[in-house]
Protein backbone atom coordinates (compact mmCIF):
# COMPACT_ATOMS: atom_id res chain seq x y z
CA UNK A 1 0.00 0.00 0.00
CA UNK A 2 1.48 3.38 -0.63
CA UNK A 3 0.92 6.56 2.09
CA UNK A 4 -2.49 8.09 1.42
CA UNK A 5 -4.72 5.13 0.68
CA UNK A 6 -7.78 4.92 2.92
CA UNK A 7 -9.89 2.41 4.14
CA UNK A 8 -13.58 1.80 5.66
CA UNK A 9 -14.76 -0.27 8.55
CA UNK A 10 -18.02 -1.03 9.36
CA UNK A 11 -18.65 -2.34 13.36
CA UNK A 12 -21.51 -3.76 14.15
CA UNK A 13 -20.98 -2.82 17.79
CA UNK A 14 -23.43 -5.62 19.68
CA UNK A 15 -21.38 -8.48 19.04
CA UNK A 16 -18.22 -6.81 18.28
CA UNK A 17 -17.81 -7.72 14.68
CA UNK A 18 -16.24 -5.54 11.97
CA UNK A 19 -15.45 -5.78 8.54
CA UNK A 20 -13.06 -3.28 5.98
CA UNK A 21 -13.04 -2.50 2.61
CA UNK A 22 -10.00 -4.43 1.74
CA UNK A 23 -11.97 -7.64 2.60
CA UNK A 24 -11.04 -8.54 6.04
CA UNK A 25 -13.32 -8.93 9.18
CA UNK A 26 -12.66 -10.10 12.83
CA UNK A 27 -14.26 -10.00 16.29
CA UNK A 28 -13.19 -8.11 19.63
CA UNK A 29 -12.84 -10.16 22.68
CA UNK A 30 -16.39 -10.71 24.01
CA UNK A 31 -14.94 -8.91 27.55
CA UNK A 32 -14.82 -5.51 25.37
CA UNK A 33 -18.01 -5.88 22.98
CA UNK A 34 -20.12 -6.12 26.72
CA UNK A 35 -18.83 -3.18 27.75
CA UNK A 36 -21.02 -1.25 25.17
CA UNK A 37 -20.93 0.01 21.19
CA UNK A 38 -18.39 2.90 21.96
CA UNK A 39 -15.80 0.36 23.75
CA UNK A 40 -16.15 -2.24 20.75
CA UNK A 41 -15.75 1.06 18.40
CA UNK A 42 -12.54 2.10 20.41
CA UNK A 43 -11.06 -1.25 20.13
CA UNK A 44 -11.50 -2.01 16.62
CA UNK A 45 -10.17 2.23 16.12
CA UNK A 46 -6.84 1.51 18.26
CA UNK A 47 -6.28 -2.01 16.83
CA UNK A 48 -6.17 -0.31 13.22
CA UNK A 49 -4.05 2.66 15.01
CA UNK A 50 -1.35 0.28 15.52
CA UNK A 51 -1.16 -0.91 12.04
CA UNK A 52 -0.67 2.70 10.84
CA UNK A 53 -3.89 3.61 10.25
CA UNK A 54 -5.44 7.57 10.73
CA UNK A 55 -8.99 7.79 12.52
CA UNK A 56 -10.45 10.29 10.02
CA UNK A 57 -14.08 10.13 10.51
CA UNK A 58 -16.77 8.11 12.70
CA UNK A 59 -20.49 7.89 11.70
CA UNK A 60 -23.21 6.52 13.64
CA UNK A 61 -25.91 4.66 12.52
CA UNK A 62 -29.16 3.20 13.37
CA UNK A 63 -28.76 -0.36 14.99
CA UNK A 64 -25.28 0.09 16.71
CA UNK A 65 -23.30 0.59 13.57
CA UNK A 66 -20.23 2.17 13.28
CA UNK A 67 -18.86 3.34 9.84
CA UNK A 68 -15.29 4.22 10.20
CA UNK A 69 -12.90 6.03 7.74
CA UNK A 70 -9.12 5.66 8.12
CA UNK A 71 -6.03 6.93 5.69
CA UNK A 72 -3.06 5.39 6.13
CA UNK A 73 -0.72 7.45 8.43
CA UNK A 74 2.69 5.43 8.22
CA UNK A 75 4.19 1.93 6.67
CA UNK A 76 5.06 -0.93 8.77
CA UNK A 77 8.79 -1.85 8.13
CA UNK A 78 10.18 -5.20 8.63
CA UNK A 79 13.04 -4.99 11.00
CA UNK A 80 15.34 -6.93 8.93
CA UNK A 81 14.53 -3.85 6.37
CA UNK A 82 15.04 -0.99 9.03
CA UNK A 83 18.30 -2.67 10.60
CA UNK A 84 19.58 -2.54 6.83
CA UNK A 85 19.24 -6.52 6.54
CA UNK A 86 18.59 -9.18 3.84
CA UNK A 87 15.38 -10.27 4.40
CA UNK A 88 15.55 -13.17 1.98
CA UNK A 89 17.58 -15.36 3.83
Known sequence: MQVGDTLQV???AHGGWWKDSA???GQVAEDSARKGPLATVAVVANRLGMDGWELTEVVSQPH???RLAFKL???MEDEDEAAGGDSTA
Open 64 to 66: SIY
Open 73 to 75: AYL
Open 10 to 12: EVY
Open 23 to 25: GRT
